[in-house]
């Protein structure tokens, strides 16, 4: 009387199995999730750049969080089959502002990003221009994965830009009278901002979205 029973549950357990290989073997790229930027604190010296006694650059430091699998390439037949996925991954990330260049412009040094996870494969840069020292920040982010596999390279990269604006998604700067800083953060109910990635450049498993994919930067 048992027999149907160990049926039903092999069946149970097969079917959950094939549920879970296809999930893993099927290929994914796009869409992607934007990436999550969990802290930001921009320090700006009074008077835009070194001013009022400072003598300390612009600077940016955040934390940033890519919550996508992405499909690398196929794995061989004799591995095991199936793909080879770059997983989610997080870093944080500083970058100053040096001088001033041409026309007064502002930039942010493009700096690499110091991962704070393993075995993803990935790697952040973020850089960018300053449109207003007290209002407005454009930042621009990357994230290049590569890895050689079976005789061959395997690379993704993924750009994103967002606007961190005071009275949008930045609190009013705070003062501070020792360093003669301005420091902006995150508003509450912006915390954490939304950059929407792009794939840009691609070798291995290389499936490009429809043209009418949407590429919108979403920063609430």
């Not at 494969?121 to 994965?145: C, H, I, M, N, W």
Request: neutral net charge.
């Amino acid at each position: 009387m048992q027999q149907p029973t160990r049926f039903a549950a092999l069946a149970a357990f097969l079917l959950c199995q094939t549920r879970l290989a296809f999930s893993f073997d099927a290929p994914h790229i796009w869409p992607v999730e934007p990436w999550k930027i969990n802290s930001l604190r921009i320090t700006v010296p009074a008077g835009g750049y070194r001013g009022n006694g400072s003598h300390t650059n612009m600077s940016i430091a955040l934390a940033i969080e890519n919550p996508n699998t992405v499909t690398a390439g196929p794995k061989p037949g004799g591995s095991g089959g199936g793909y080879l996925s770059f997983e989610p991954s997080a870093a944080t990330c500083y970058t100053e502002a040096p001088a001033p260049g041409a026309g007064g412009v502002i930039k942010f040094t493009s700096t690499s990003c110091t991962e704070t996870t393993e075995f993803s494969y990935g790697a952040f840069t973020v850089g960018g221009t300053v449109p207003d020292p007290r209002r407005a920040f454009d930042l621009a982010f990357s994230l290049e994965y590569n890895v050689t596999r079976w005789g061959g390279v395997l690379s993704k990269t993924y750009d994103a830009a967002a606007r961190f604006e005071v009275g949008r998604n930045l609190a009013e700067g705070v003062y501070d009278n020792v360093t003669h800083t301005y420091s902006y953060s995150l508003r509450t109910n912006s915390t954490p901002a939304y950059a929407q990635p792009v794939m840009s450049e691609c070798q291995g498993y290389c499936q490009l979205p429809p043209t009418n994919a949407s590429t919108a930067t979403n920063v609430p």
